[in-house]
């Protein structure tokens, strides 16, 4: 779709300060007046380009094995994280600090991913593990801030060994209290 995909370019070449209507207009060749029927304002333009280039599902589910199910799983986020462009990631984060309806609006992304990765600890639940409370929230607030560490600020790859020392060390011992 060309306007997200202009939202996006736009997005990570100038950021979300800069970012206008009118500058998506010109991109991608559509009228202003049709991007504002589609969305209400700059924060919704956003993120549906935001949820247009992230439409990934989260791997299946091995029966019962909360190790192997949360290797695939941080495997899955570390290479959703990966491929987002730093610029991306870096306007984002400055739009959501500057504009609270950025940060509702991509907060309501966050919270529907969570839902899909809660789907291993419910499991692992399920088979008789012992986890700590608000593991799922636990996981969520973990996970993704350790591998965008990772990436964004060491300039690390997220490679297998890592995955398996952000599961192993961190988060088992983490999630089961």
Known sequence: MAILDATLSLLTECGYEQLSMEAVAGRSGA?????????RDKAALVAAAVEYRSHATPPGLAEGDLRENLLSLVAWLAQQI????IGLLGALFAGMRSD???AEEMRRILRRDEAATEQPLRQAIGHGEQLAPQAAELFAEVAPAVIVHRVVVAGERCDERFVEHLVDD???PLLRG
Do not use: D, F, G
Not at 31 to 36: D, F, L, P, R, S
Not at 82 to 85: G, N, P, R
């Open 31 to 39: 009228a202003k007046t049709t991007i504002y029927r589609r969305y």
């Open 82 to 85: 990966a491929e987002q462009e």
């Open 100 to 102: 609270p309806r950025l």
């Open 170 to 172: 961190i988060l088992l």
